[in-house]
């Protein structure tokens, strides 16, 4: 097409042009952008723990640079880095045969799920059914792009505030279709805050292995765990991976920033069982080989020192964030038309904050959505959240609140939301 310009307006992909941005990134920005000039927000948006990172970490990665490990390493990374993430695999969370082979080492969980879905899921075509990709909802907002990126269909299974945001096994049941080809679990949750048991895991896990032994010979689990370590409401962390039943079908994706403090260093890694456990990696390599060879080099040693000498720095920030969620719990659900399941894992609040809708704010400002809730509160009260819309299910209801903060953040953003709320008429 010919732009005013004159000149050629060349086009992009359909696949990039349909993507829709990330809006937990996006919020995130525009707190920082705004807090750079000079504002005085209250960000409740990133999902990054606010604690840096533990200094032996760091110092792991120093001493390799300065060790010269600066050359590529193998596609799926270093062996004995692969290795002591398989011991952990194994023994943390009794995932079966699983050793260094089974593991690849990406940048980022993010990455590592992107390459799963790549390896799995095909677009429909003449002779091809759509492959499904189920996944209980609200569910963090990446899954669904990058699924549908691969070719994937989503059907999301919808799980309330009132089910502390869990879907329920004969939900599960009544989403498997022949065509299932994935189901997505991520406990504990980003955006709810909220984590299944063993017990509701295990059902699950019955379900996903009755429908393998009749209708759906193919379907895999894809299993976040990515906040395990982050667990503070008495309720355990079991893999689903770690079932007999479906262990040989599941892949497990785990990764470094939350638990460590190390977003910014991109670390993330998955693996499965036994003959598919294999494939997948291999696969996921080929894949890897062909987009980034691997993450940089001088970060495996810093993985192994997380991985092996600091669970008294992780226990430092988990008895924080399990603090932080009583704090923030307490205050939010006393307030006004807010519904909001008591957190247990990850550094979320996800209120249903839907009773608002319709009312109009202090300056004028109809609150009608998730959205303009959220837009309203940062225009007024400069306190950022991250609407609810593209977590789905029942995700336009709600807006997440991160307590990656500091408690006096959390009192001083919540007497702001109080005051906020108390405006609304
Ligand atoms: N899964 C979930 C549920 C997350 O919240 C995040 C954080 N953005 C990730 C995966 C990916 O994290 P990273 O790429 O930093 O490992
Ligand atoms: N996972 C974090 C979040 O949900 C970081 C941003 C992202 O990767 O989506 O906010």
């Known amino acids: 097409m010919q732009s005013m310009t004159g000149t050629i307006e060349i086009s992009l992909s359909d696949r990039v042009d349909a993507l829709r941005p990330s809006s937990t990134l996006a919020v995130t920005a525009l707190a920082k952008q705004l807090k750079a000039e000079g504002k005085d927000v209250l960000s409740f948006a990133a999902g990054e723990p606010d604690f840096d990172t533990p200094e032996p970490i760091k110092q792991a990665a120093i001493a390799a640079l300065k060790a010269g490990q600066t050359k590529y390493a193998p596609a799926p990374g270093d062996p004995e880095t692969r290795r002591i993430i398989a011991e952990k695999l ?6 079966p045969d699983v050793t260094a082979d089974h593991v690849v080492i990406s940048t980022g969980g993010k990455n590592s ?21 189920i996944l209980p909802t609200p569910a ?5 792009p990058q699924a549908t990126l691969a070719g994937g269909t989503i059907i999301e299974v919808p799980a309330t505030a009132a089910n502390d945001f869990k879907i329920t096994p004969g939900q599960l049941a009544g989403a498997i279709t022949p065509r ?6 991520n406990s504990p949750s980003n955006p709810c805050g909220t984590m299944y048991s063993p017990d509701e895991l295990a059902a699950l896990a019955q379900v996903v292995a009755e429908a393998a032994a009749t209708t759906c010979p193919e379907l895999v689990i894809i299993t976040d765990e990515i906040y395990e370590k982050i667990i503070y409401g008495g309720i355990e962390h ?10 040989h079908r599941t892949i497990t994706v785990n990764g470094l920033s939350k638990a460590y403090a190390m977003t910014g260093w991109r670390v993330g890694y998955c693996a499965g069982s036994g003959e598919f456990g294999l494939r997948i990696a291999k696969a996921i390599t080929k894949l890897q080989g062909q987009l980034t060879t691997c993450i940089p080099t001088f970060i495996y040693p810093a993985i192994r020192t997380a991985l092996t000498e600091c669970a008294e720095d992780v226990e430092r920030m988990r008895q924080q964030f399990a603090q932080r969620a009583e704090l923030i719990h307490e205050r939010i659900s006393a307030m006004p038309g807010i519904v909001c399941p008591k957190p247990t894992g990850a550094f979320y609040v996800f209120p249903d904050i839907s009773a608002h809708f ?3 704010t202090a300056s004028g400002a109809l609150i009608d959505s ?21 977590f789905l299910g029942s995700g336009p209801n709600c807006a997440r609140f991160s307590f990656a903060c500091s408690s006096e953040q959390i009192e001083q953003g919540m007497d702001r939301l109080a005051a906020f709320l108390e405006g609304l008429n």
């Open 90 to 95: 194994a023994t943390e969370n009794r995932i």
């Open 113 to 133: 799920l992107y390459l799963l879905f790549q390896a799995l899921l095909d677009p429909p075509s003449a002779g091809k059914q759509p492959q499904e990709v």
């Open 140 to 144: 963090w907002v990446s899954y669904k």
């Open 180 to 185: 299932s080809r994935i189901l997505c679990l």
């Open 238 to 247: 079991r893999s689903i991976g770690s079932f007999p039943e479906v262990a």
């Open 358 to 360: 319709g009312k109009t």
């Open 370 to 390: 998730a959205q303009s809730f959220a837009k309203a509160l940062l225009n007024e009260k400069l306190v950022a959240c991250v609407p609810g819309e593209d």
